[in-house]
């Protein structure tokens, strides 16, 4: 199975800060990694797909990018909304896995 | 609009069975793979089974192989998840989530149903 790590699993930050969470992946993966941001008591919600695609309606300030076994989400300004837990996915073999998450908080 | 609705979950005995279902519409349904996912509280997502848009084949987590069943019924779009021999550490809120087209990324997920597993 693929195993996907991040870092910081939790991060403090202010409104207009620029954010970025990394995931690793224990093999090689191409793209196939997807970034989903997650609320309390929400379900996940795409963001980033093939790495660097922003998915239909998300903010241009998030923002992938990545290839193969490293990729960053990066969020540009952080806005009040932004305030949620980000994990990663990778897509590339069955089973499927998520990275355990990053949680972001306000400072 | 693209929505995704589970229903069934509730408290359930270990050992026992419960049918989850999704019910999907604001889109074509038999045109996409679909997938369960859980997560127990307080804890990350983790991935439990796809289903292709024709209904076969199926893929699941090694943990739950042979315990639980996904199967969809393109004609009520309709996805289903048959859970049996329940354990404790089943107790998860389960959403589906559709596949999407180009990646196979879950662009649209329910809003989940919570599973509790307890005496």
């Known amino acids: 199975d693929i195993q996907l790590t991040q870092s910081p699993s939790f991060l403090s930050a202010s409104v207009g800060d620029r954010v970025t969470i990394t995931c690793r992946a224990s093999q090689g993966i191409s793209s196939y990694l997807a970034w989903y941001q997650q609320k309390p008591g929400k379900a996940p919600k795409l963001l980033i797909y093939g790495a660097s695609t922003l998915q239909s309606g998300v903010p241009s300030r998030f923002s992938g990018s990545g290839s193969g076994t490293e990729f960053t989400l990066t969020i540009s300004s952080l806005q009040p909304e932004d305030f949620a837990t980000y994990s990663c996915?990778?897509?590339?073999?069955?089973?499927?896995?998520f990275g355990p998450g990053t949680k972001v908080d306000i400072k | 609009e693209v929505q995704l609705v589970e229903s069934g979950g509730g408290l359930v005995q270990p050992g026992g069975s419960l049918r989850l279902s999704c019910a999907a519409s604001g889109f074509t349904f038999s045109s996409y793979w679909m997938h369960w996912v859980r997560q127990a509280p307080g804890k990350g997502l983790v991935w439990v089974a796809r289903i292709h848009s024709d209904g076969y084949p199926t893929i699941y987590a090694d943990s739950l192989k042979g315990r639980f069943t996904i199967s969809r019924d393109n004609a009520k779009n309709t996805l289903s998840l048959q859970m049996n021999s329940l354990r404790a550490d089943d107790t998860a809120v389960y959403y589906c989530?559709?596949?999407?087209?180009?990646?196979?990324?879950?662009?649209?997920w329910g809003q989940g149903t919570l599973v509790t597993v307890s005496s």
């Open positions: 989530a559709r596949g999407g087209p180009l990646w196979n990324d879950f662009d649209y």
């Open positions: 996915q990778q897509l590339n073999s069955y089973p499927l896995t």
